[in-house]
């Protein structure tokens, strides 16, 4: 009786093979999506394919992946590394209910927290700052019927302010979603398994489909896991460094300059620290939704949103020192409105401009530097 063959087990795929897998993917999916937005730029003209260049990309990750892990097949990364999409230690090959849910986790769950995350947080610093306010009302008040019966008051802030304080300052960093995905990236360093926290999440694993004889090296990545513990952990140093530092100041005369922050209009807590230029700037532009007018931002900088542009270059008179040639912006092709020049000295219309530099910080035509607050809009 002639014996069976023995049956052949494949082995989980290693670190490096999945992170070249999902490289090609993504050079994939990049094509796909600069073959998308030269069709939308065909048909709906710049200015549109610039304002939805997210909802763009998105939607290419989505054709990418329905077309191939959606139905069933393999990418064209898992094709090139021989690597095959398994339930976990099963090694079943996913349901449609398992692959649709983690496309939808991947792809819209990245993009919906992106447009939810800053309302929140607009919502939650006002009702912090309101707090704050209300406890700093509450402490003077006490202070000053301590001073009139002449009794010793109390300086140091109740435990609910502190903590109010505390998540106000490091709002952003609290409702990032950014150390997730560091801690879920360093334990796939050390285990070799789950690269995206979808996948983790849906129990999702890759099995090498070539053979792997017992002399084959099968090396990892656990050297970037140690690194980016490292990180993480002088981030959380520094982080309680910063936050233990504000409140041993308090304790001196005056006080330090660095760190303290001002309420403006529209709840927006505006750094004093001379060196948060940058920071400042975000934050403004954060409170004023360019799409929607007028904002609170408008209100208390004294500068009411227009319908229409103050300055249109249709008419051939306004500007007339800007040659025929250049009165066309590269961007929407259309007459420029509001003519602004970049630091490079590319000029485009104020709302063109501003949205691509919001997407991508860089001049359309010489790729040099352009951020949103740099850009100087040309009057006369």
């Known amino acids: 009786m002639a014996s069976s063959a023995p049956r052949y087990t494949y082995?989980?795929?290693?670190?490096?093979?999945?992170?070249?897998?999902?490289?090609?993917?993504?050079?994939f999916s990049g094509v796909l999506s600069e073959q998308v937005s030269s069709l939308l730029r065909k048909i709906y003209g710049a200015r549109f394919t610039h304002t939805y260049s997210s909802e763009t990309h998105v939607l290419s990750e989505l054709l990418y992946l329905g077309l191939t892990t959606l139905i069933g097949n393999r990418t064209l990364g898992e094709e090139y590394c021989d690597i095959?999409?398994?339930?976990?230690?099963?090694?079943?090959?996913?349901?449609?209910?398992?692959?649709?849910?983690?496309?939808i986790s991947c792809i819209l769950g990245p993009y919906l927290l992106g447009r939810i995350l800053p309302a929140f947080r607009r919502r939650v610093r006002a009702k912090?700052?309101?707090?704050?306010?209300?406890?700093?009302?509450?402490?003077?008040?006490?202070?000053?019927?301590?001073?009139?019966?002449?009794?010793?008051a109390s300086l140091s802030r109740p435990l609910s302010a502190r903590i109010q304080s505390y998540i106000l300052r490091n709002l952003d960093t609290i409702t990032s979603p950014s150390p997730i995905y560091a801690l879920s990236l360093a334990t796939f360093y050390f285990t070799?398994?789950?690269?995206?926290l979808s996948k983790r999440i849906w129990n999702l694993r890759y099995i090498f489909t070539r053979t792997?004889?017992?002399?084959?090296?099968r090396v990892g990545y656990e050297v970037l896991g140690v690194l980016l513990a490292l990180q993480m952990a002088v981030q959380a140093y520094l982080h309680l460094q910063n936050t233990m530092a504000p409140d041993a100041a308090s304790t001196?005369?005056?006080?330090?300059?660095?760190?303290?922050?001002?309420?403006?209009?529209?709840?927006?807590?505006?750094?004093?620290?001379?060196?948060?230029?940058?920071?400042?700037?975000a934050l403004l532009f954060d409170s004023a939704n360019p799409t929607s007018a007028p904002s609170e931002l408008h209100k208390w900088t004294h500068t009411p949103a227009a319908d229409t542009p103050r300055y249109e270059l249709s008419d051939g008179v306004t500007m007339a020192w800007i040659g025929s040639g250049n009165r066309k912006c590269t961007l929407c092709l259309e007459e420029m409105k509001d003519p602004s020049v970049t630091t490079c000295g590319h000029v485009?219309?104020?709302?063109?401009?501003?949205?691509?530099?919001?997407?991508k910080p860089e001049c359309p035509l010489c790729r040099q530097s352009c951020l949103v607050q740099h850009v100087l809009p040309l009057r006369g």
């Open 348 to 359: 485009f219309c104020w709302t063109c401009i501003s949205d691509w530099a919001r997407e």
């Open 128 to 152: 912090l700052e309101a707090n704050l306010k209300r406890h700093a009302r509450l402490q003077a008040k006490a202070q000053l019927q301590a001073r009139e019966t002449g009794k010793k």
């Open 212 to 217: 792997v004889h017992e002399g084959d090296s």
């Open 84 to 103: 095959v999409q398994v339930e976990g230690e099963t090694g079943r090959l996913p349901a449609l209910g398992r692959r649709a849910g983690y496309i």
């Open 11 to 27: 082995p989980f795929a290693a670190s490096p093979d999945i992170i070249r897998s999902h490289q090609k993917d993504a050079y």
């Open 192 to 196: 070799g398994s789950y690269y995206h």
């Open 252 to 281: 001196g005369a005056l006080g330090a300059v660095t760190g303290a922050t001002a309420v403006v209009g529209g709840g927006v807590e505006v750094s004093l620290d001379p060196n948060a230029y940058s920071a400042n700037n």
